[in-house]
């Protein structure tokens, strides 16, 4: 996996936190385990299937390294809670499956608003609604990029086996304390209930990259929580370290203080999306297969990206000129890699399977005009490979 993030140094007190060593465990204990290396201070969640082991596991660990856990009333209270948790200092997390993430929205939105850093696991099952509990989906894609109303940036990291649900929680908690966003970990049930081997370095291995905090102590006037530096995301004082600040989902000043003009809100909005669409090459990342030469290059995230490299490894075998591009970001999305592959010239299609009716595919369609055959499942089942390369072939 490449290595995007920024200049790192060691998690106080990561020695405790870090199992360090080679594991069998569930892709759930891995994002559980991740956050602890990353540090997590505080999680709040509501049970839900398929994501509950995330929530258990982090029941019994996490008040044994000094971090505190709170089973809310509901999902409402949870994203509420650690947006609270985090506006005081806090590394926070939450875990959820499609009904939860939905009652997350509101204040999803508002922690974009405030640029309050933390982070949301979503193990996504068959939807809407109840839909398949036990049983997996893709169906949160675009959810998680346009969900809460109005405009603004994200971060989304899908991790296809469990040890990048723990690489990846890490990271999310480096790029939502680095860029001040709520950020996702867009994991699904079978990649959540699968149990594979995890290697988990050691602690001074994990990377921890640390919120940018004021560069001089308080002196009892207002701390300016929202003066953006050059990368377009401003630095950040906690409540109780003595700074005076004020955050509000309002439209704001540089300051905090609600400023209600639409010269202000558009200059605002557009700073949110930038924060992240000037940063995405250093955000946005994706695994590539043999497609130097592909005249066909199949798209796929997740657990659906494992039928997907089967099918493209016996579309090569087959002397088929194939490649495959794995989204390990999906938000960014990777705008920019496939105009390249377009540009190119070689490339006469793509091929899209996913858990859902064509969320993904709608975004490769939105850049090309080349065809884009899609293989689609409302959910409760992973593709079949032998059915991507029946695509494939045609």
């Known amino acids: 996996m490449p290595d995007n993030t920024a200049a790192k140094t060691a998690q106080p007190g990561a020695a405790a936190r870090v199992l ?47 971090g505190r856990f709170v089973q809310m009333e509901d999902e409402l209270g949870s994203m509420a809670a650690i947006i609270g948790a985090s506006a005081a200092g806090a590394r926070s997390l939450t875990a959820t499956s499609g009904p939860g993430f939905s009652l997350m929205m509101e204040s999803i939105g508002l922690a974009a608003m405030m640029e309050i850093p933390c982070v949301v696991a979503n193990v996504q ?40 649900c723990f690489d990846l929680t890490v990271r999310a908690f480096n790029a939502a304390d680095q860029y001040r966003v709520p950020v996702f970990i867009l994991m699904d049930e079978v990649v959540g209930h699968m149990a594979e081997r995890v290697v988990i370095p050691d602690a001074t291995d994990v990377p921890f990259v640390p919120r940018k905090g004021p560069e001089s102590a308080p002196d009892g006037d207002p701390f300016y929580c929202y003066a953006a530096d050059e990368d377009l995301v401003p630095r950040i004082a906690h409540a109780g370290d003595g700074y005076k600040v004020h955050m509000t989902g309002l439209t704001h000043d540089e300051r905090g203080y609600p400023a209600l003009d639409a010269e202000t809100h558009d200059q605002l909005i557009n ?20 497609l130097d030469d592909a005249e066909t290059v199949v798209i796929s995230l997740g657990c659906t990206a494992r039928s997907a490299r089967h099918a493209v490894n016996e579309a090569r075998a087959d002397g088929i000129s194939c490649g495959f591009l794995r989204l390990i970001t999906v938000w960014p999305f990777p705008e920019k890699r496939i105009r390249e592959l377009v540009a190119k010239g070689n490339v006469k299609r793509f091929v899209v399977p996913e858990i859902n009716l064509g969320q993904l595919r709608r975004e490769v369609e939105r850049l090309t005009q080349l065809p884009v055959l899609r293989l689609n499942h409302a959910g409760g089942a992973m593709p079949e490979p032998e059915k991507i390369l029946e695509l494939i072939r045609i």
């Open 20 to 66: 360090s060593g080679t594991h069998f465990m569930l892709g759930d204990h891995a994002c559980a385990e991740g956050a602890l290396a990353a540090g997590v201070d505080f999680f709040a969640g509501y049970p839900i299937t398929p994501s509950t082991e995330i929530a258990e596991h982090l029941a019994r660990r996490l008040p044994d390294v000094g």
């Open 125 to 164: 099952r068959a939807s809407p609604s109840t839909g398949l509990p036990t049983m997996v989906g893709q169906s949160d894609i675009l959810q998680a990029r346009w969900g809460s109303h109005g405009d603004y940036g994200v971060i989304a990291y899908c991790p296809e086996s469990p040890q990048e």
């Open 271 to 290: 700073r949110l999306v930038d924060k992240i669409r000037m940063n995405a090459a250093d955000i946005e990342m994706h695994d590539e297969i043999d």
